[in-house]
C-alpha cells in the first residue's frame, strides 16, 4: 500500500482550523457597522463649484507660521492622508506643529466635462491659494503635492513662483519620458482622443480597472488570499475594508483635464 504524500491527520486538522477561522471572520463581517474615514477635526473655508478647501484644527501649542495646502490627484480621494485616527499622516503633522489645509477635488459629472488642467491649476488651486494667503494674511504659503497633485503643484508653482515658500512633492510623476512603467507605457500609446469623445467624463470605475491591471495578482488576488487568512481579526478586517473603501472612491475625471494631462505630459 502507498504511503499518502502527505500527513493526512495534519491536513484534516488544518482544515478544521480555517473553517473555524472563517466562521469567526463571518461574524466578524457580519458585526461591521459604517466604516469611518478622515475622523481629523476640519472645517470648510473655500468653496468653488465641486472644490472644497478645509483647514484642520490645529492640535499643538506652537504652531508653523506659514499653512501647508495637501493638493491631492483628481484621480483618488485626499483622505488618503487621514485613512484612520491612529494611522493619520495628517493628524501626525498637526502634532507636529504644522497648519494644513487640503482641497477636495469632489466628484465630477458631465456638467464638468468640459474643465481643463488650466481650470483646475490657474483657476481651482489658485483660488484655493489665493484663499489661504488671505485667511492667513500671508504672501506664500507652502504646497505639498500627492501623486498627479504634485505633477499640479510643480506646474502652479512654476507659474506663480510668489505664492509659494515651498513646494514638496510625494510619489509626483515629473519624468514621464521614462519607459519603466506599463503606466507610462500605456500613456504613450492609448487613444486619448477616442476616451474622451466617447465619455466626456471618464468614469473612475474605468480608470481604477486600468490600474488594477498594472498589478493584476497583487492588486487582485494576493490581498484577498491574505484577508482571508486575517479574517478573524476584526483589527484587520477593519484596517482591509478602510483600504478597500479608498481603493474604489474612484472620482471620474473631466475629459477634457485628462486629454491634456496625457497629450502634453505623456
Known amino acids: 500500500m502507498m504511503p499518502f504524500p502527505f500527513d493526512l491527520q495534519q491536513t484534516l486538522q488544518d482544515a478544521v482550523e480555517m473553517n473555524k477561522k472563517l466562521l469567526k471572520g463571518m461574524n466578524t463581517l457580519l458585526s461591521v457597522r459604517e466604516i469611518e474615514v478622515a475622523v481629523t477635526p476640519k472645517e470648510l473655508v473655500y468653496e468653488e463649484d465641486k472644490m472644497k478647501l478645509y483647514h484642520y484644527r490645529p492640535v ?27 494611522r493619520s499622516v495628517i493628524r501626525n503633522w498637526l502634532e ?15 456638467s464638468d466635462k468640459f474643465l481643463t488642467m488650466e481650470d483646475y491649476i ?6 484655493a491659494v489665493d484663499a489661504i494667503r488671505k485667511h492667513r494674511g500671508l504672501d506664500r504659503i507652502n504646497i505639498l503635492g500627492v501623486c498627479q497633485g504634485g505633477t499640479f503643484s510643480t506646474i502652479y508653482a512654476a507659474l506663480y513662483p510668489e505664492k509659494v515658500q ?9 519624468d514621464f519620458d521614462i519607459k519603466d512603467s506599463a503606466l507610462f507605457t500605456w500613456g504613450k500609446h492609448m487613444n486619448v482622443d ?7 467624463v471618464v468614469p473612475g470605475d474605468f480608470l481604477n480597472l486600468g490600474f488594477l491591471l498594472l498589478k493584476p495578482f497583487q492588486l487582485s488576488m494576493d490581498k484577498y488570499l491574505k484577508f482571508i487568512d486575517s479574517l478573524d481579526s476584526p483589527q484587520a478586517v477593519q ?17 477634457e483635464a485628462l486629454r491634456k494631462f496625457v497629450k502634453d505630459l505623456y
Not at 484596517?239 to 475629459?255: H, T, V, Y
Open 239 to 255: 484596517d482591509f475594508l478602510r483600504m478597500e473603501k479608498w481603493i474604489f472612491d474612484s472620482p471620474a475625471l473631466a475629459g
Open 194 to 200: 477616442d476616451l474622451v469623445d466617447a465619455y466626456g
Open 96 to 110: 507636529l506643529g504644522l497648519d494644513v489645509y487640503v482641497i477636495d477635488w469632489g466628484y465630477p459629472d458631465q
Open 166 to 174: 515651498n513646494l514638496v512633492t510625494m510619489v509626483t510623476p515629473i
Open 60 to 86: 499643538a501649542e506652537d504652531v508653523v507660521p506659514v499653512p501647508a495646502l495637501i493638493v491631492y490627484a483628481l484621480v483618488n480621494r485626499q483622505y488618503m492622508m487621514d485613512l484612520q485616527s491612529d
Open 122 to 127: 490657474d483657476g481651482y488651486l489658485n483660488n
